[in-house]
């Protein structure tokens, strides 16, 4: 079975970075799109972006374009999370999730299967 974690997560000041990485393990992650969720205190789960298997569709929701970048290295893999320019509103705990290879939707539910245990990231100064 699939197994997702997360990494990269920490405490950072308004306008820093911070790559997030979802490293796979007992299956080829190749085979699925791999999406990013944040949930933030007392909020809902919300997609943040998804990359489809080979990397050809690349989706972002509208908060975080031109800020983000999803990118995937399936020879190690891997899907990293580049994050710049981050305000205290990108606070939360994120985590990766893997559904069928095609999908580039970013609800958080089905046909995700496969989830990490996710990561936090605290953006304050």
């Not at 997560?9 to 799109?33: E, T």
């Not at 919300?46 to 690349?58: D, F, H, K, P, W």
Request: aromatic content about 8%; overall charge positive.
């Amino acid at each position: 079975q699939l197994q997702l974690v997360e990494s990269g997560g920490g405490l950072v000041q308004p306008g820093g970075s911070l790559r997030l990485s979802c490293a796979a393990s007992g299956g080829s992650l190749n085979r699925y799109a791999i999406a990013w969720f944040r949930q933030a205190p007392g909020k809902e789960r919300e997609g943040i972006s998804s990359i489809t298997a080979n990397g050809g569709v690349t989706n972002y929701t509208d908060s975080v374009k031109g800020r983000f970048t999803i990118s995937r290295d399936n020879a190690k893999n891997t899907v990293y999370l580049q994050m710049n320019s981050l305000k205290p509103e990108d606070t939360g705990v994120y985590s990766c999730a893997a559904g069928p290879p095609l999908y580039p939707g970013l609800s958080p539910g089905p046909p995700y299967k496969y989830w990490g245990q996710g990561t936090q990231v605290t953006v304050s100064s």
